[in-house]
């Protein structure tokens, strides 16, 4: 119980914009990440792309993952929508579709204290 009361007292109105933040971030480290990439694979000139965007990429791949949970309890969303934003940290820049998509569904609104979760 205390579990559920300690995650009841997480603002939503802090989550949301963290969610944004994080799943911007992700996308952005990925993109490196791919940049650093084809640098180093591609045109064969150098490593330091991958060697910078790589633990960069790893960090906020985590923090998407522990954030996009924790939106899940806030936000009270169903099971697919959790694994669909999960799912989302797979694909370059899905992270930034699914921020788009649940906002304009409104998975990011504060969820009513008293409904149950049907989202």
Same mark, same amino acid.
């Given at each position: @119980?205390?579990?559920?009361?300690?995650?009841?007292?997480?603002? *939503?109105?802090? =989550?949301?914009?963290?969610f944004r /933040?994080?799943?911007? /971030? %992700? /996308?952005?480290?990925?993109?490196?990440?791919?940049?650093?990439m084809?640098?180093?694979?591609? /045109? &064969?000139?150098? %490593? =330091?792309? +991958?060697?910078?965007?790589?633990?960069i990429h790893?960090?906020?791949f @985590?923090?998407?993952?522990? =954030?996009?949970?924790?939106?899940?309890? +806030?936000?009270?969303?169903?099971? *697919?929508?959790?694994?669909?934003?999960?799912?989302a940290?797979?694909?370059?820049?899905?992270?930034?579709?699914? &921020?788009?998509?649940? %906002?304009?569904?409104?998975?990011? &609104?504060?969820? %009513?204290? &008293?409904?149950?979760?049907?989202?």
């Open positions: @119980m205390a579990r559920s009361r300690t995650l009841g007292a997480v603002n *939503p109105r802090i =989550v949301r914009p963290l /933040a994080v799943a911007i /971030a %992700e /996308a952005l480290s990925w993109t490196g990440l791919l940049i650093g084809y640098i180093k694979y591609i /045109a &064969d000139t150098s %490593e =330091v792309g +991958v060697q910078v965007f790589g633990p790893g960090g906020l @985590m923090l998407y993952v522990a =954030v996009t949970l924790l939106a899940w309890r +806030v936000f009270r969303w169903s099971i *697919p929508t959790l694994l669909w934003g999960l799912f940290s797979i694909p370059p820049l899905a992270t930034i579709v699914f &921020d788009i998509w649940a %906002e304009r569904s409104g998975r990011l &609104d504060a969820p %009513e204290r &008293d409904t149950a979760p049907a989202r």
